[in-house]
T-cell receptor
Framework: GAGVSQSPSNKVTEKGKDVELRCDPISGHTALYWYRQSLGQGLEFLIYFQGNSAPDKSGLPSDRFSAERTGGSVSTLTIQRTQQEDSAVYLC?????????????FGPGTRLTVT | RKEVEQDPGPFNVPEGATVAFNCTYSNSASQSFFWYRQDCRKEPKLLMSVYSSGNEDGRFTAQLNRASQYISLLIRDSKLSDSATYLCVVKVLTGGGNKLTFGTGTQLKVEL
């Protein structure tokens, strides 16, 4: 079946512009996670959705970052007034609540470059 | 101190060798443990869960020592296709739900 998809796969933007990154989780997966991974670094947790609510936003690095999820499915991560340090691969993952958060299925990521 | 610590490597080993990776975690309330694999410029994928009694999946063996807060992964008879970064992952139940914390990974290169 279809896995997690993300768009765009690559995004180059100028400093100060806003960007939107999209994630389509696996159908029926109620939990959705956003992470980012900088070159040579580990995965940094950003935000977790259970359904449409976000019980854990603790990883969002600043108020320039926000995310929403609608219909318990698609999620959008928005970065306002992008900075060069925002350059990273943004990964989305989903999991089935019944299986817990142990097995998360990741999308291919969006590679964001801020020039 | 990082919540999950791993030796970044790289570990360069010949094909057929046995290699072991270690990982330590700082949160004693951690509930579950996993190893994920990440190929170059690809997304992470679950390799195996780690159980207290230790568990094996083919050439891969995982061990957990809760007292020492230590996790290991052993790969026997390594193949070229095992070359990847191995991520140690810890799950903690927080007020916001289950949360996975990823280590920065250990890079393995299997060579002819």
């Amino acid at each position: 079946g279809a896995g997690v998809s993300q768009s765009p796969s690559n995004k180059v933007t100028e400093k100060g512009k806003d960007v939107e990154l999209r994630c389509d989780p696996i159908s029926g997966h109620t939990a959705l996670y956003w992470y980012r991974q900088s070159l040579g670094q580990g995965l940094e947790f950003l935000i977790y959705f259970q359904g449409n609510s976000a019980p854990d936003k603790s990883g969002l690095p600043s108020d320039r970052f926000s995310a929403e999820r609608t219909g318990g499915s698609v999620s959008t991560l928005t970065i306002q007034r992008t900075q060069q340090e925002d350059s990273a691969v943004y990964l989305c993952a989903s999991s089935s609540r019944q299986r817990g958060a142990g097995e998360q299925y990741f999308g291919p990521g969006t590679r964001l470059t801020v020039t | 101190r990082k919540e999950v610590e791993q030796d970044p490597g790289p570990f360069n080993v010949p094909e057929g060798a046995t290699v072991a990776f270690n990982c330590t975690y700082s949160n004693s309330a951690s509930q579950s443990f996993f190893w994920y694999r990440q190929d170059c410029r690809k997304e992470p994928k679950l390799l195996m869960s780690v159980y207290s009694s230790g568990n094996e999946d083919g050439r891969f063996t995982a061990q957990l020592n809760r007292a020492s807060q230590y996790i290991s992964l052993l790969i026997r008879d390594s193949k070229l296709s095992d070359s990847a970064t191995y991520l140690c992952v810890v799950k903690v139940l927080t007020g916001g739900g289950n949360k996975l914390t990823f280590g920065t990974g250990t890079q393995l290169k299997v060579e002819l």
